[in-house]
């Protein structure tokens, strides 16, 4: 049997933690200290999903000057990430404002398996500890998870907290979307094959 192979593509701002939940997710390691991406970076990971299935993870940069060229890298992709910090409202309001319509331009939202990231669980736990509290409301992120069809995930990369689960999910979807494309595409070249057949003298 040959081996599935799936596109899942991290998007968001820089210092939301999408590098740290890619390597928790594969090394199951986590340092405070993570380099920002500052162009894409690619890991792959192995899982069984009732088949084998190499899920090909896409780490892109949340900078600005990246946003120009993200649109190349968006494509192709069988399910995307949207991470933002969920003590942090401008890298929510980013996705929104930025990340969200860059993405609309290249793919299908309403068929593409979209899902929604608030990462940091564990400074929330903290802030309220100390009295602090949360900047991005579940409200804010359940009216975009609405409008764009989205799964929505709390998660931790320190923790650990969701993350397993997260890429599981959303390789799982990823491929059921590739399968789909897939069929698409042989059903649409067997009918053109059918055509050209019965158009032949």
Not at 109 to 133: A, H, R, Y
Not at 160 to 173: A, M, P, Y
Request: glycine share 4%.
């Amino acid at each position: 049997m040959n081996e599935e192979e799936v596109k899942v593509t991290m998007i968001g701002s820089a210092y939301v933690g999408k590098t740290s939940l890619i390597l928790r997710f594969i090394n199951n390691e986590f340092s405070s200290e993570t380099d920002v991406t500052i162009h894409i970076g690619c890991y792959a990971k192995n899982l069984e999903l009732g088949e084998p299935v190499k899920v090909n993870i896409f780490d892109t940069a949340g900078t600005e000057r990246f946003q120009s060229l993200a649109p190349i890298y968006f494509r192709g992709s069988h399910a995307v990430l949207f991470v933002y910090d969920i003590c942090s409202e401008d890298s929510f309001n980013q996705l929104a404002k930025i990340w969200v319509p860059q993405l609309a331009n290249v793919c299908d939202l309403e068929k593409m398996p979209v899902f929604i990231v608030g990462n940091k669980t564990d400074q929330l736990e903290e802030n309220n500890i100390s009295g602090k509290i949360s900047k991005v409301s579940p409200g804010q992120v359940t009216d975009l998870a609405t409008k764009i069809r989205a799964i929505q995930f709390e998660t931790s990369a320190k923790t650990g907290h969701n993350v397993n689960k997260l890429f599981v999910e959303s390789s799982r979807k990823a491929l059921e979307y590739k399968k789909t494309i897939d069929l698409n595409k042989n059903t649409n070249s067997l009918m053109l094959n059918s055509y050209r057949s019965s158009s032949c003298c």
